[in-house]
Structure formats: C-alpha cells, structure tokens
C-alpha cells in the first residue's frame, strides 16, 4: 500500500507480549493490599486503557460485592501497581515474533509509538529490546487526559510525525487502536495474536487483519 507512509503502533499485545508480567505484577499489588489474585487472563482483559483503568477493574473485580474502589483506594493500589511493575516488568515480557525483522524490512516508513503506557516505560521497553531506533515519536498515556479510543493520541502522534491520516495506519491488538484510528482518519490493522480474540478484533472492522506481526510485510513494504 504505497500510500501509506506512517505507521502507528501499539506496544502491548502488538509489539510485546506483557501478559505475564503485567498479571504477576497486579496479583502483587492485589496481595498487598489484602486482595485475591486474579486469572492472566482476566488480568489481560484489563489492559488497554492505562494503568488507572488496569488497576480499577482489577481492584473491583477482587472486592467481594464488586464494589469500585474509592478515590484513596484506587491512588494507592496505582502506587503500588507501579512499584511492583518497575521491579517485574522485564522478567519475562518479550517481542513476539518477528517484530526487529518486519521493522527493518520496512526502512522507508515512518514509525510511531501510540500507547496507553506511561511514556518513560514504554521507552525503557523500546530500548531493552533494541528496537528503539525504529521510532520517530512515542506517544504514551501519561502525554494527554484523552486516551485510546479518543483519537486525540493518534493525532498528536500524527502531528509530531508532519503527517496527515489518510497516508497513515494504525495497528494495535484492541478495539480501542482501531477504534481511535477510524476516529483519527487513518487506515487501521486489528492485530488477532494480541490480549484479545479474533472476534473481538473482527467486530471493530479494521481494514485490515494480521495473525503474525511478519503479514505487515505482505501489505505496506
């Protein structure tokens, strides 16, 4: 697709498969705070909205009526949440496959960062995995109030890059990239190897589908 000269993406679920890091580090700050743990896979469902949304779901998931947590609650579980995250998050997160090779095969566009992670971690992950150097902007969640599926972050990150959406897509594993891609304008790819199923992804009606991060290959280079 040669019209396409700009390519947004997620981190969690898209380029890194945080799962487990993410769950052990929320049945930690759950633990701390005198909760039960919960499923990876409930825990996964969580993710895609920031760590305040992250920690709110799981801290009213684990109350025993169900009952949101209150303003004091909620501030000291995201506390806690994120000093457990800093000591775990590299344990045993990694690429999924073929993410360095599809990058550098694809060295005449421009690439961006659009996550709801907060913008010094998700930076940390782009350089320990040595695929930083790819990456002409980062936008995280700690940048503007809006968040995905706003599309307020693909615009910024649209902005910062001189681009215009009709010469971008934006490709991410949840219905809220492909949600804030239509709303920006830009073409979307719903990722089905991420934190959400195929049908989940299909119910947005991205433009396009991948089931492996290598198919980017078969349609922008």
């Known amino acids: ?30 633990a701390d705070l005198g909760r ?3 499923s990876e896979s409930l825990i996964s469902s969580f993710v895609g909205d920031g760590v305040w949304v992250l920690v709110y779901r799981s801290l009213k998931a684990t109350d025993p009526n169900g009952k949101p ?6 501030k000291l579980g995201i506390e806690t949440m994120r000093r457990r995250y800093s000591d775990q998050m590299l344990v045993s997160t990694h690429l999924f496959p073929g993410v360095p090779e599809t ?29 930083a150097r790819f990456f002409d902007c980062v936008v995280g969640g700690d940048q503007l ?18 681009s215009q959406p009709n010469s971008a897509v934006m490709i991410g594993d949840s219905e809220n990239d492909v949600i804030a891609g239509k709303r920006a304008g830009t073409m979307t790819c719903g990722a089905t190897f991420g934190f959400r ?17 290598g198919d980017l290959k078969l349609h922008f280079s």
């Open 103 to 131: 990058l550098a095969s694809l060295p005449e566009k421009r690439m961006g960062l659009v996550t709801s992670k907060e913008t010094d971690l998700a930076q940390m992950l782009l350089a320990h995995f040595g695929i």
């Open 197 to 213: 199923t195929e049908e989940q992804i299909l119910e947005t009606e991205p433009d396009l589908v991948i089931r492996t991060f």
């Open 36 to 38: 039960p743990p919960l």
């Open 145 to 162: 109030p809006e968040r995905k599926p706003d599309p307020k972050p693909v615009l910024r990150a649209l902005d910062l890059l001189g």
């Open 1 to 30: 697709m040669s019209q396409i000269s700009v390519m947004l993406f997620d981190l969690d679920g898209t380029l890194i498969d945080s799962r487990a890091d993410l769950a052990r580090s929320i049945n930690m700050m759950l």
């Open 69 to 74: 947590p209150d303003d004091a609650l909620h």
